[in-house]
Each structure stands twice: as C-alpha cells, then as structure tokens.
C-alpha cells in the first residue's frame, strides 16, 4: 500500500467510528427520553401528606365509588369493584376491567396497576402502597363535587375536572328552575331505596342523587325526612311505612337482584304520590354513587322524569 494512501485510510475509519457514536449516543438519548417519559410523576397533597404519582396514569385500580370519575376524564380502568363493575353506565368504559377487592392483593399485583384509589377505611392499605401509589379518600370529607376535583388532581387531570364541575353546576341549576316551575317551590321529593326487603330514606349527601335534587336543584325534603335522614344521610325504615315519609315524588331505587313486588301491594298504591302519577322508578345499580358519570345520568334522569 502506498504510504500516502495510510493517513486518508485512518480518517475514514476515524469518521466512521465517530458517526457510529453519535448513533450510538443519539439513540441511548432517544431511549433515555422515552424511560423519563414513562417514569414521569407529579405530586398530589393527599389527606395523609404529598404523594408521589404517574403523570399519566395508565392502569389504575378503583376500589370504591370512583371509577365514574376516571371514566369521565378518559383514564384507563383495569381493576374495579364489585358495585362499579354492576353498574350499566359503567359497561362500556369497564369492559376490560377485572373484579378485585382489596383483600385480593395477587390479583391485583397481576393487573400492573401504575395507581390504585380507594376510601381510606379499607384493609391492606400498606400492602396496596407497596404495589403502586396508591391515593386513599375519606367519603364525605370534601362535598361530591370538588371530590371530583381532588380525582382530577390526583391523575394530573384538574382542569379538565374543574371545567366539568363548572358546566355541571350551570346546568343542573338550570333544569331545577325549570323543574320548580312545573311541579312549585313548595313541592317535595323523597328519595328512597329498596334493598333487602327494607326501605331506606335520604339525606341531601347520599347519592341517589339526592346532591342533585336537594344542593343543586334546591328542591325541598319532607320534614319527616329531614328530621331523620338529613344528618346521618340516610335512615332505615319499614317498607309499610313508606307513606309517613314521602314527599309529593318519590324518587324510588330498586336494585336489578332484588324484589320489588312490594310496589304492587295496596299500601304502596295508596300513597298520595302513587296515585297522583308522581313515583319514578329507577334501577339501583345506576344510582348508588355521586362521581360524575353517574351524576351526569341522574341529571338526565331527572330532566326527563320531572319535564317530560
């Protein structure tokens, strides 16, 4: 080889080797990029102190009433419980999610959940941390509508929680001025639910969409009712007693599984708001929570029961 021909051969080789680092390094930066990506995290003050979460969760566990709430803000639901997975509004969204309870912590650990949410009263709540962060709310400590805020915080996804929660107030005040104008300020509502051969009566706190009826809408609580159901949220009583405590409506939920024959009884069609027309009957399973799926189907519920 002639000696003049050595120093270009060197520069080629060097040029080579230099471009195949900055591939090397290019797409160790790419991969980097992608890993802090995935393993981004934001911070949510939760009850019990600041918490580290995905910034964009992914796979989240529900083990109580929220999975409306992820569902509304478009988060992907892997694991539910067994009350949200029998809701019908709830099948679509909740098509490829698994049953779990909290005691089930193999099952869970084989979801690869990136974030778990429940109330703060439910056992394993340390084994469930250990799996992925896990945010746990105590009910009732906020009111139903900035819980789905404190939802929207804690999937990085507030505003967009924010922003609903504005609309939705607009438009269920909007409906109950409507609603008052038909039926009269002073007419009552009773909501009331049926579940294992005994009645139970509400408060203005409760779901059932009693937050709707009573906070929003501004309609008016028999004052049996309020007497017994307003502080706790809700009160047992006797299915033949029913009479004593309904209003001018009845807003009555029986769930899917349990009998309802006790509505063909004579007591039951003698009470004033039977006969005048003004019982509405719903399907418990759609009506046991307050997130703001459900809230949205109460909402139209109402609209069409009371004005159409």
């Known amino acids: 080889m002639k000696k003049w021909l050595l120093p270009m051969l060197m520069v080629l080789i060097l040029v080579l080797a230099a471009c195949g680092n900055k591939e090397d390094n290019s797409k160790k930066?790419?991969?980097g990029t992608k890993e802090a990506s995935s393993a981004e995290t934001i911070t949510y003050q939760s009850e019990t102190g600041p918490i580290e979460v995905p910034a964009h969760p992914k796979r989240v566990v529900v083990l109580s009433s929220y999975a409306g709430d992820l569902l509304q803000l478009g988060v992907n639901v892997v694991g539910v419980d067994a009350w949200e997975a029998n809701n019908p509004n709830f099948d679509d969204g909740?098509?490829?999610?698994?049953v779990v309870e909290n005691t089930d912590i193999e099952k869970i650990i084989e979801l690869d959940p990136d974030l778990i949410i429940g109330l703060n009263n439910i056992e394993n709540g340390d084994k469930l941390a250990e799996i992925a962060p896990t945010v746990l709310f105590t009910y009732g400590k906020v009111d139903y509508l900035q819980?789905?805020?404190e939802i929207g915080k804690a999937v990085n996804k507030e505003k967009e929680a924010t922003k609903w929660v504005e609309d939705f107030k607009v438009r269920a005040s909007e409906v109950g001025k409507k609603i008052k104008e038909k039926i009269g300020e002073d007419a009552t509502v009773t909501v009331a639910e049926s579940f294992d051969k005994q009645?139970?009566?509400?408060?203005d706190n409760w779901a059932r969409g009693t937050e709707i009826l009573y906070q929003e809408m501004g309609l008016?609580?028999?004052?049996?009712?309020?007497?017994?159901?307003?502080?706790?949220?809700?009160?047992?009583?006797?299915?033949e007693v029913l009479g004593e405590y309904a209003g001018d409506y009845i807003i009555l939920s029986v769930?899917?599984?349990?009998d309802?024959?006790?509505?063909?009884?004579?007591?039951f069609k003698d009470i004033k708001a039977v006969k005048d027309g003004h019982l509405y009957e719903v399907n418990a399973n759609t009506f046991y929570f307050n997130d703001a799926k459900t809230l949205e189907y109460q909402l139209d519920f109402f609209e069409k029961k009371f004005l159409h």
């Open 29 to 31: 930066d790419n991969e």
């Open 94 to 98: 909740l098509k490829n999610a698994k």
């Open 147 to 149: 819980q789905f805020i």
């Open 199 to 203: 009645l139970y009566v509400f408060g």
């Open 220 to 239: 008016k609580m028999p004052e049996k009712v309020k007497e017994v159901a307003l502080e706790p949220g809700y009160y047992a009583i006797s299915q």
């Open 255 to 258: 769930p899917e599984d349990q």
């Open 260 to 267: 309802s024959s006790f509505t063909n009884t004579a007591w």
